[in-house]
């Protein structure tokens, strides 16, 4: 699970549509797969209702914890471009009675793309 009381760092790199496939029993009706991103082992996908990250636990990784992040509660976002020496992208969302969640990215994500979709589902 995000761990609001401290700052959760996501480092993520773009994934397929196939990576995002343990998510795909949560969806709703209506709710579309937009972006998917993978660590290590965990995974964040952005949907068009929400964000939804996966953390894989245990040794065979079996066991997976689902936190729903929903776009209607968000009530601050910031990005941070990538530069010409620091290489990495990022996106912080601060939601209502929770706290704050990081997300890195890294190699060539499009932050200002992700900082558009994320506007257009929270004002």
Known sequence: MIDFATDSTFKLTAASTRDARPVEPLLIHGEELVYAFKSVRDLVVFTNK????????GMTGKKKDFTSLPYSKVQVFSIE???????DAEL???FSAVGKVRFEFRGGSDIRQISQMIASYVL
Not at 50 to 57: N, P, S
Not at 81 to 87: R, S, Y
């Open 81 to 87: 471009t990538a530069g010409t020496f620091d290489l």
């Open 50 to 57: 929400r964000i939804i990250a996966v953390d894989v636990q």
């Open 92 to 94: 912080e969302l601060w």
